[in-house]
């Protein structure tokens, strides 16, 4: 199913994909919680409705976000990948975080406020290089996993 764009401007159309509540809380739990199963995500904090989750998954798949394949070990779980495309998601979820430390505090005291904040904080730029980072270097396993079985 196509994608529906309201007009042509890059910023709306981002948030013709993006602007859900749920679609960057899923990019951010897969490159930075490390979930990578259907299940991964039902277990998750910001407890999402399957039903959504579904919808939601098969949209990022559809905008190439994401890709879905099978775990190696486990052919009937599905595995759930970010793609160039999603790893490219990283500055701006880094951005919302650090908007949020630095207006949301105020209001919401209970963010977290650790040593990745810091880091955070300090390098958004480093910050965000090393989440991508570290995750490249979990696919790189993840397909070589895949090819020894």
Known sequence: MPQDFRCNCPFTSALDV??????????????????????DFTESEEAIATNILASKLKLLEE???IIKTKR????????????????????????????SDGNLRDIHPTIVNGEAMELLRNDKTAFANA?????????????ASMNNQ
């Open 131 to 143: 989440l991508m980072n570290k995750y490249k270097e979990k696919l790189a396993a993840t397909k």
């Open 18 to 39: 993006l602007g859900d509540k749920w679609i960057l809380v899923i990019v951010k739990q897969m490159l930075i919680e490390g979930k990578e199963t259907f299940k």
């Open 63 to 65: 905008v190439g976000i």
């Open 72 to 99: 190696p070990e486990n052919k009937k779980t599905n595995l759930y990948l970010l793609t160039d495309k999603g790893l490219a998601l990283a500055p701006i979820l880094v951005e919302l975080a650090s908007w």
